[in-house]
């Protein structure tokens, strides 16, 4: 397993050698009945990097789908930023757990696994108590300091959690059916996770006048690299001389 730590920027280096590239432009220009090179394994560490570089276009977007949701709840200028991308195992995502915190536990059917979103404390109660006031005009001191203050949090904002939880599930070449959800307040090893599998964990910074905090989510490593390996193809990459200067030779 990779330790953990934030995982890079660069993008993707494809497993191609020079001559692998030079015989296929041979073959393309004398013989025209070439159909290519047998197709061949991607080698783990290329199809790893492919996940992850995908993974990052993914991260980025979601900035935009949250944006407008937080809008329904917080003033126009809420600002959302993706603050931070590390690989953990599952069992150090016990350390969102400062206090009272918010987890939801979201069970994908297909690929089997289990994905984890995060709301901190202040984000959370922040939109609670935005919502009391919109609804009411007012708040009392401590309405949700008392013991199972948190369940009252969890309804107050399920419409969020679930349009949240919906936009992340979206555009990763195809649904993403959801087999189960569960708020609690940490994460619980299950059939689905066990305390060392490796995790992609995103985070974001939501700040506007009314509300901050922080939001999560942490995506299985296996998970992401079936998604993505279902469109990684080595074939593809070599097809076409107009694309070979935009490959790197390992």
């Not at 931070?84 to 297909?110: C, D, H, M, W």
């Amino acid at each position: 397993m990779q330790q953990s730590g934030a995982f890079a920027e660069e993008e993707p280096v494809l497993g191609f050698s020079e001559d692998m590239l030079l015989e296929q432009m041979l073959q393309e220009t004398l013989n025209p009945a070439y159909e290519g090179p047998e197709p061949q394994a991607v080698p783990v560490a290329i199809r790893r990097e492919q996940a992850l570089h995908g993974l990052r276009k993914r991260a980025t977007h979601y900035v935009l789908q949250l944006q407008p949701l937080l809008r329904l709840w917080v003033s126009p200028t809420v600002r959302v930023q993706l603050k931070q991308r590390k690989l953990l195992p599952f069992a150090e995502l016990s350390g969102l757990a400062t206090g009272r915190s918010y987890f939801n536990l979201v069970s994908i059917e297909e690929p089997r696994s289990l994905w984890t979103m995060h709301c901190s404390r202040s984000l959370a109660e922040g939109l609670v108590q935005q919502r009391l006031r919109q609804r009411y005009g007012w708040l009392k001191d401590g309405e949700l300091e008392g013991e199972g203050a948190h369940s009252a949090v969890f309804l107050e904002i399920g419409e969020f959690l679930r349009k949240s939880r919906d936009a992340m599930l979206e555009d990763w070449g195809g649904p993403l059916a959801i087999a189960g959800y569960r708020p609690v307040l940490r994460p619980r090893f299950t059939k689905e996770a066990s305390p060392s599998d490796e995790y992609a964990l995103l985070s974001y910074r939501v700040e506007s006048p009314e509300v901050s905090g922080d939001l999560h989510w942490a995506i299985p490593m296996n998970a992401i690299l079936e998604i993505f390996g279902k469109t990684l193809q080595p074939r593809d990459e070599l097809s076409g001389l107009g694309r070979l200067q935009t490959l790197r030779p390992v």
